[in-house]
């Protein structure tokens, strides 16, 4: 009986083998049958394309335009194909380049994309070719349109999606182009416009999204990015900074360390699209979101947010804010998670706030001593201020300790190179105190 349980535990064995191998091998003959019906259909539209008027090439919104459809599918032995075309025009360097050459779009490009759904890798292909115009080139109405993209750091990033849409040219333009390796686009023959009607949208997966907007008063404020126009006979050319997205991880608690959920709240930051129109300007941001609640952990997790600074408020019927771990407002670096503690006060119990600042002026002392006590001298707690100069009463002990309402405490504040300042407060609710130290 042994002898054959071991009979049979190596004969399963390699029956596995040979069934993994089996079935990789017809994983990749499916591959290779796909590749080969995809390649086909790739060929017949690249055919389709040359055979086509010269002046006719060209993609629905595209640069140049025309009557092919950017994408569509096509379904062969039960397989859906997603077929995209790509018609641009290229200023070839033979003749010099714009503005030297003043007719850059000297032939054209048409690349054509066939992908299928597939669990395994590589399940796109792409050919491309080129076809030249008919009769000597001659001058038209068009300028040229060039879109760079970098990070903060000023490298580019390639493979950006470029949406240009511009609805006042005819044909109208709606095209997605991507970057190429020096974070590029170049479109010669854009048509011309005496406004600023291109708009253009910039994403790309892991990097926070950037767009122009329409002047102001079509926006309600004035924007830095405004949509583009092109002039003839010029090249129009314009930067996009974007960098890697962060998060931030906001989780709110009461004195106790009692995680609050549905606690509701603002955040205001991120990049700054624009000012408002006002005497004064003041920074309009990208971000700007006053109904954000936390969860039924007290936690509230960010989507992908851009970098730069974020102002936090929230206002309460039950409760006020005490204080948070970062200085509102925070900064949040570019691909970065970045996490704040959110300490809020319950206003049915007695709770003392110090606030502790340099005399004379609006600077938070950050790692002073704020001894309690009560009239008779005797210790109730003692801690040191945060990052905003508050330190707050009672913290977290066992046994927890709790304010007698109605009486009053002692309440001493040191702080090295400081002079030792001291005040009173009843114990009534939130109390708040605000203490200046004046240097020694």
Known sequence: ???????????????????????????????????????????????????????DMGVEGGVPGGNLL???????????YTIKTSIRYIDDPLDNVFPQDIVPTDYKQIEVR?????NMENSIIKLDTYASPPRVESAVGMGVLMINTVDGSGNPIEGCQVHLVNNSVNPKIDLTEETDSNGSLLLPGAPTTTTNSYE???????????QTYPPYPVSSFNPIDTHISVSSGAITSKVFVIDLTSHQNLHFSD???????????????GRVIGTTVAAAPEPVYSYNQSSLNSDSNGMWNS?????????????NASYELITTSLVSPW????????PVEIVMGNKTENILVITVKESGGNVPVVGATVKVSDVTGIPFQETITDANGIAYF??????????????????EVTSTGYITATTTATASGIVRRTIDLTKQ
């Open 1 to 55: 009986m042994v002898e054959a349980l071991v009979g049979i535990f190596l004969l399963a064995v390699l029956s596995l083998g040979i069934y993994a191998s089996y079935s990789f091998g017809l994983k990749i003959s499916i591959q290779n049958r796909l590749r080969t019906t995809a390649t086909a259909i790739a060929e017949r539209k690249i055919e389709t394309i040359r055979a086509m008027n010269y002046v």
């Open 70 to 80: 950017a994408t569509e599918t096509e379904i062969d032995n039960g397989t859906t």
């Open 114 to 118: 066939v992908s299928w759904p597939t």
């Open 200 to 210: 253009v949208t910039i994403s790309k997966n892991g990097y926070e999204t950037v």
């Open 255 to 269: 004195i106790h360390g009692t995680s609050l959920p549905n606690m509701n709240f603002s955040l205001v930051g």
């Open 303 to 315: 989507p992908a947010l851009g970098k730069g600074p974020y102002a936090f408020s929230i206002t």
């Open 331 to 338: 900064s949040l670096a570019a691909n970065t998670t970045l």
């Open 394 to 411: 009672p913290k977290v002990e066992d046994p927890p300790k709790s304010f007698i309402g109605g009486q009053n405490y002692n309440i």
